[in-house]
């Protein structure tokens, strides 16, 4: 019998992929832990890091992982890095499963960072949407900001700021509304793909509202990538088979 398959999560995928498994063979999804009250999971679930790639490789090999599933957000890139050394390390099979990025638009504004998102800001009125730990970026900035975010943000923030906590996924209309009701002039928002970007653009698009685009980090290169959530369940089940039968 082979060990548990590890997904680390946090995504609308990671749930998908841990439902699709968890009848078939033992699922672990592992989440950061920043959020304070995460949707129940199907399987097994494991909050908190690691500790760094050592604690993961030991991790790994304590619990005789037999696979593991790289499912956290586009922009988690250094939880990607360690998982993608911690499992060359352990002999593990990895995979990122990786949705795709927003289609690109002409009219949209992309940074490279979050860092750079400042300085293309536009208007008085800002809807951000780039979650509650990176407010400081914006903190000296004098636009007003409409911050939506699950958890009440902590820490340095814009001296103007409405703080929304909401709970996606959002419909283009409801997006609509939002972006009217708070006469926003700017979204900013990241590459993250998924249903829950698209509404927002595309309500940002209808209602002639300006967009700052995060780009994505690069991503790991030379390891096995899937777009959608079948194939990376179907790699579970070739992966899982091919290394029984090698028993």
């Not at 009440?152 to 972006?179: C, H, I, N, S, Y």
């Not at 009701?181 to 249903?195: A, C, F, M, Y």
Request: glycine share 10%; aromatic share 4%; with cysteine.
């Amino acid at each position: 019998m082979t060990g548990p398959v590890l997904i680390l999560g946090g995504t609308t995928e990671a749930r998908e992929l841990a439902g699709d498994l968890v009848g078939e063979h033992r699922v672990i999804t592992s989440l950061a832990g920043r959020v304070r009250a995460p949707k129940p999971l199907p399987g097994e679930v494991r909050i908190g890091g690691f500790g760094g790639v050592d604690g993961l490789v030991e991790w790994l090999r304590t619990e005789r992982v037999a696979a593991v599933v790289d499912a956290t957000h586009p922009f988690a890139a250094q939880m990607t890095e360690h998982a993608v050394a911690a499992t060359a390390q352990a002999g593990v099979p990895y995979l990122r499963l990786d949705r795709p990025g927003v289609p690109p638009d002409p009219a949209w504004t992309v940074v490279p960072t979050l860092a750079a998102a400042p300085a293309a800001l536009t208007g008085d009125r800002v809807f951000l949407t780039t979650g509650r730990q990176h407010l400081a970026v914006f903190a000296d900035c004098p636009q007003w900001f409409l911050v939506r975010a699950v958890d009440p943000p902590t820490g340095p923030a814009p001296a103007r700021m409405q703080v929304l906590l909401d709970r996606g996924p959002f419909t283009v209309e409801g997006e609509r509304k939002l972006l009217r009701e708070h006469r926003i002039d700017v979204l900013v928002t990241k590459d993250s793909g998924g249903g829950a970007t698209a509404a927002k653009l595309e309500a940002a698009r209808t209602e002639e509202v300006a967009v700052v685009l995060v780009a994505r980090p690069p991503a790991p290169a030379g390891v096995a990538t899937v777009a959608d959530v079948a194939s990376a369940a179907e790699w579970v089940r070739t992966t899982l088979a091919s290394r029984t039968n090698s028993w």
